[in-house]
């Protein structure tokens, strides 16, 4: 079976950490470009990572940029997101998703972990 599972989420304090994984069964991640996206409570899906499939160029949302980081290990096939200085606002479900064009589209969707910043 294609897909991705996420881990890594939970409930952290103001100013704490997580370190999400997305790890990829029955595909591997090589050449693929990755991201991460969160969708709050009432509002839309946002893109705020993503990491190019030659791994070398990372983009971030203004709202994460200088504490979030996305990586990738291809040896472990699976894409980590480092979340800092977690505020409040970061609460969201959280998702990783896939994808590369060769001869036809590949986009693959995690089914998304919870992320709740709260004092």
């Known amino acids: 079976q294609l897909q991705l599972v996420e881990s890594g989420g939970g409930l952290v304090r103001p100013g704490g950490s997580l370190r999400l994984s997305c790890a990829a069964s029955?595909?591997?991640?090589?050449?693929?470009?990755v991201g991460w996206f969160r969708q709050a409570p009432g509002k839309e899906r946002e893109e705020i990572s993503c990491?190019?499939?030659?791994?070398?160029?990372?983009k971030y949302a203004d709202s994460v940029k200088g504490r979030f980081t996305i990586s990738r290990d291809n040896a472990k096939n699976t894409v980590y997101l480092q979340m800092n200085s977690l505020k409040p606002e970061d609460t969201a479900v959280y998702y990783c998703?896939?994808?590369?064009?060769?001869?036809?589209?590949?986009?693959?969707w995690g089914q998304g972990t919870q992320v709740t910043v709260s004092s």
């Open positions: 990491l190019s499939g030659s791994g070398g160029s990372t």
């Open positions: 029955g595909f591997t991640l090589d050449y693929y470009a």
């Open positions: 998703n896939a994808q590369k064009y060769d001869s036809g589209w590949f986009n693959y």
